[in-house]
T-cell receptor, first 113, second 114 residues
């Protein structure tokens, strides 16, 4: 069975602080893909990153960085120097080779000016 | 960049009415999906569709739901007799193949059942 856990329901930070969103996943598949999506108040799912299970290299994209550790089944997401526009709900998701997505329950991030 | 288009963006319907949510997947994609997100909750898989038939469906996708690709471009989700608990955001998605193919979500249709 596949499962994604985002233990942080809500996080508030002051602008310019760094913030890390946690994601822990469970799967018996050896090949799988991990994703982060941002959902602003307008409701659409904005794709942020995709990672496959064979690529544990961390990735940085501007103020965003991701730390994938298979040993702990975690795929954490850090926003550096947060901005008010980062306020949204962030979803971690796992996609198996059957193409179905399994989403976590989301973390609602509020960045206070 | 190619997009998955969903219409309408917001639909209000009366309980018991039939509703059809429409999606235009990316043109060369082969696999199509519907997901549902009840307000404040996670996004949940409803159904996948390939080669003109359902390939997988969840427990949520009961007899009240059906999907169709009527004309080779549209992909529709029909809810036969809507209930209050069907109020949710419905996302359509498509992908070109299995594995590490790009998987694109539409911007969603917010369905409100009153």
């Amino acid at each position: 069975a596949q499962k994604v856990t985002q233990a942080q329901t809500e996080i508030s930070v002051v602008e310019k602080e760094d913030v890390t969103l946690d994601c822990v996943y469970e799967t018996r598949d050896t090949t799988y893909y991990l994703f982060w999506y941002k959902q602003p108040p307008s409701g659409e799912l904005v794709f942020l990153i995709r990672r496959n299970s064979f690529d544990e290299q961390n990735e940085i994209s501007g103020r965003y960085s991701w730390n994938f550790q298979k040993s702990t089944s975690s795929f954490n997401f850090t926003i550096t120097a947060s901005q008010v526009v980062d306020s949204a709900v962030y979803f971690c998701a796992l996609r198996n080779t059957g193409n179905q997505f399994y989403f976590g329950t989301g973390t609602s991030l509020t960045v206070i000016p | 960049e190619p997009e998955v288009t969903q219409t309408p963006s917001h639909q209000v319907t009366q309980m018991g009415q039939e509703v059809i949510l429409r999606c235009v997947p990316i043109s060369n994609h082969l696999y199509f999906y519907w997901y549902r997100q009840i307000l404040g909750q996670k996004v949940e898989f409803l159904v996948s569709f390939y080669n003109n038939e359902i390939s997988e469906k969840s427990e949520i996708f009961d007899d009240q739901f059906s999907v169709e690709r009527p004309d080779g471009s549209n992909f529709t989700l029909k809810i036969r007799s809507t209930k209050l608990e069907d109020s949710a955001m419905y996302f359509c998605a498509s992908t070109g193949g299995q594995g590490f193919y790009g998987y694109t979500f539409g911007s969603g249709t917010r369905l409100t059942v009153v």
